[in-house]
């Protein structure tokens, strides 16, 4: 028998650390004029998500060089590890660039291909939000739970932007969201903090690349919410990226029996 | 002759002072369990809005017995005197109930019906914004100024909610956002902070209330930038609430004839 708590525990620490230190340095470039270049995929990126990437990079090479690594900005290697950690350096570059303070960044930790780290540290907020599977998810160090809504008619759902669907995502978002108390927009990963938190109780999103959403899944599990796809299947590297996260179990149930419905409509 | 600009100082120094008080205030209720009602208007409110309000009313009354005061939760009282305070005690409430941290708490000086004092303060972010005719605008204690943007393809537009427009409304923000360099979602008053601090270049709104954008104007016009409502006019109290806050006057008329050929296309 192997004991993997103590080894879950240390990648915990070690992830928050790194999660902290890296979101510091972004600070230096944050509010700060940069050169903003344009991605394959039309999305922007700046010298602070390459060099926050580089920074984690680095660290976790050094720490735990058989460990796979997966990151936005400078790509895979030894995805065959048992242990592979996915970077966002900078999730939600749009605010980066735009001084919102709302950008984050982003590590997970995957063992054998499930997400059992999480780490959402909010560098311009001073908030961090850790998840280790099995244990309660801390949000500035102390335990979180999620609400207790179980009923669209009652949730408060978020989403980054309308821009983030494709026109038939965009409809079955729309028809589903009609169906909820309030529906916001804005916020990246900060949705899903805040959904952790017990403060909103739905987040439904497209368009989402796996550094977006591996890490939010022991987050969300820790403090006793749900995440899925919008078929309701685990959340994977290979996941097609619209994602519905939820406050129980039960409202993921009905946010996906909405969206199914919405769908066929 | 009369000097103004010391009668100026003291009032722009004693909203900001009053503003951050409200602003602590409205943190003993922030990210706490709060019942919320209805507005005849749809819209949310608290507790938390009427008492921030309250407090601001009674300072505004003590110190300047004879001035006017418009309010969003409590009304109006002495709108004929020469000074009229306009308060937004919670600027995105839908925020604030959702423990989102971009709530403002808004707070303006109307002499003989123009806008002459604004403040923006951002009790969780602990940022302020305070604009007094004639002067630079002031973040953090320090002038601050828009970005040099003159052109409407390379601007960086924000809107907190497309469902805060009307059909027709929509059709027009969409139409004119499409010719930006990039246009987000979210903020409420915060945009207009970022505005003024050079980190975006554009805000097109619509739905808004006197106590919304009144305090906006000393703000973005002492930061060099521009605001009007969708026809150019200036804002006053019985504005249509549809704003376009803008880096510059070139692109405020960018923006205008942009919005101008959305309306008859």
């Not at 790194?18 to 010298?47: C, H, M, Y």
């Not at 001073?126 to 998840?131: A, H």
Request: net charge negative.
């Amino acid at each position: 028998m192997r004991d993997l708590a103590p080894a879950l525990d240390d990648l915990g620490a070690f992830a928050a650390d790194a999660a902290r230190r890296a979101g510091q340095a972004s600070l230096n470039w944050f509010r700060v004029p940069l050169t903003i270049d344009t991605k394959a995929d039309e999305s922007p990126v700046t010298v602070a998500d390459r060099t926050v990437e580089s920074l984690l990079r680095a660290e976790i090479v050094e720490r735990f060089p058989d460990h796979g690594i997966f990151g936005e900005e400078h790509g895979r290697e030894r995805m065959e590890a048992e242990h592979v950690w996915v970077i966002d350096p900078i999730d939600g570059t749009r605010s980066f660039i735009t001084g919102w303070p709302l950008y984050g960044t982003l590590l997970a930790v995957l063992r054998q291909d499930k997400p059992v780290i999480g780490v959402i540290e909010m560098p311009a907020l001073g908030e961090r939000w850790v998840g280790i599977a099995g244990q309660p998810t801390r949000f500035q160090g102390a335990p979180c739970r999620t609400s207790d809504c179980r009923e669209l008619a009652a949730a408060s759902l978020y989403t980054t932007s309308p821009d983030a669907f494709d026109p038939a995502g965009w409809a079955v978002f729309d028809r589903v969201s009609r169906q909820v108390r309030t529906r916001r927009f804005g916020g990246d990963c900060y949705s899903y903090g805040l959904l952790a938190a017990g403060h909103i109780d739905l987040v439904i999103e497209a368009g989402l690349q796996p550094y977006d959403y591996l890490s939010l899944v022991p987050i969300l599990e820790g403090a006793g919410g749900a995440i899925a796809d919008w078929q309701g299947r685990p959340l994977t590297t290979q996941s097609d990226g619209r994602v519905v996260a939820a406050a129980s179990p039960e409202l993921l149930a009905a946010a996906l029996a909405a969206i199914a419905a919405a769908q066929e409509g």
